[in-house]
């Protein structure tokens, strides 16, 4: 069978027991512990910057530091987009596995459920980080950071909706 972005009762199989709870949830609880680890003042704007600019100089060349700024300042929110839209997938992947055997929801409702529980997941992930962040020295946790790693992971689960129904089209 060739390998698409299909989610279907019968393509997900998840065995019983502890190693299907674990394949389903740990890449979840690997995402949660990735996040934590950049949450934390070894991550601060100041630090990574201490170790990318000269990783971008020696690349690129001498940045000033206004174009330096911005520059890093875009890379650190795409790293929260990026990030956390893969969270994202992971919690829906989880949910979808979760709710697999629940044969009275149609296709649909099984999917959005699924994919609303992600992105709730993905958001009280991201506000427990923010508020978690300002009680670091250097970090500053921002409702605009919540709504940029949210928008991360619905952007992502949109893309795999829009994979789903065009797979959908081709198959009919």
């Known amino acids: 069978m060739?390998?698409?972005?299909?989610?279907?009762?019968?393509?997900?199989?998840?065995?019983?027991?502890?190693?299907?709870?674990?394949?389903?949830?740990?890449?979840?609880?690997?995402?949660?512990?990735?996040?934590?680890?950049?949450?934390?003042?070894?991550?601060?704007?100041?630090?990574?910057?201490?170790?990318?600019?000269?990783?971008?100089?020696?690349?690129?060349?001498?940045?000033?530091?206004?174009?330096?700024?911005?520059?890093?300042?875009?890379?650190?929110k795409s790293g929260h987009f990026l990030g956390y839209g893969t969270l994202g997938l992971l919690w829906f992947r989880a949910w979808l596995r979760t709710f697999t055997a629940r044969t009275e929801w149609t296709l649909t409702g099984w999917r959005l459920r699924s994919a609303v529980l992600g992105l709730i997941g993905t958001f009280l992930t991201a506000s427990a980080d923010e508020f978690h962040q300002t009680f670091l020295p250097g970090r500053t946790g921002q409702f605009s950071d919540v709504l940029l790693d949210t928008?991360?992971?619905?952007?992502?689960?949109?893309?795999?909706?829009?994979?789903?129904?065009r797979t959908r089209r081709n198959v009919e």
Request: glycine share 6%.
């Open 2 to 76: 060739p390998h698409t972005l299909t989610a279907t009762r019968e393509h997900i199989h998840v065995q019983s027991g502890h190693k299907g709870l674990i394949s389903t949830w740990l890449p979840v609880a690997i995402g949660l512990c990735v996040i934590a680890c950049e949450s934390t003042g070894q991550f601060s704007a100041d630090n990574t910057s201490r170790y990318l600019r000269p990783i971008f100089t020696f690349l690129f060349g001498v940045w000033t530091d206004a174009h330096w700024q911005v520059f890093h300042h875009a890379l650190r």
């Open 151 to 165: 928008c991360g992971a619905l952007l992502f689960t949109l893309i795999v909706a829009m994979q789903w129904r």
